[in-house]
């Protein structure tokens, strides 16, 4: 879960460079979406690993 909060920070980042930086603002919200796609597939690869194990009931 560190990866995913590394990656949404890096989205973060991103859209506050954004708001400040008009010639590259298209740009850099582009790679913001791109780290949050990221952290969605860490997620769900997480959820799908833990779905995976057999439950010990």
Same mark, same amino acid.
């Given at each position: 879960?560190? $990866?995913?909060?590394?990656?949404?920070?890096?989205?973060?980042?991103?859209?506050?460079? @954004? @708001?400040?930086?008009?010639?590259? $603002?298209? $740009?850099?919200? @582009?790679?913001?979406?791109?780290?949050?796609?990221?952290?969605?597939?860490?997620?769900?690869?997480?959820?799908?690993?833990?779905?995976?194990?057999?439950? @010990?009931?």
């Amino acid at each position: 879960m560190d $990866k995913v909060q590394r990656l949404r920070a890096m989205s973060s980042l991103c859209r506050q460079q @954004a @708001a400040y930086n008009s010639m590259n $603002k298209w $740009k850099l919200l @582009a790679e913001a979406e791109y780290w949050d796609h990221l952290a969605n597939l860490e997620l769900s690869s997480h959820f799908q690993q833990c779905n995976a194990i057999p439950s @010990a009931n």
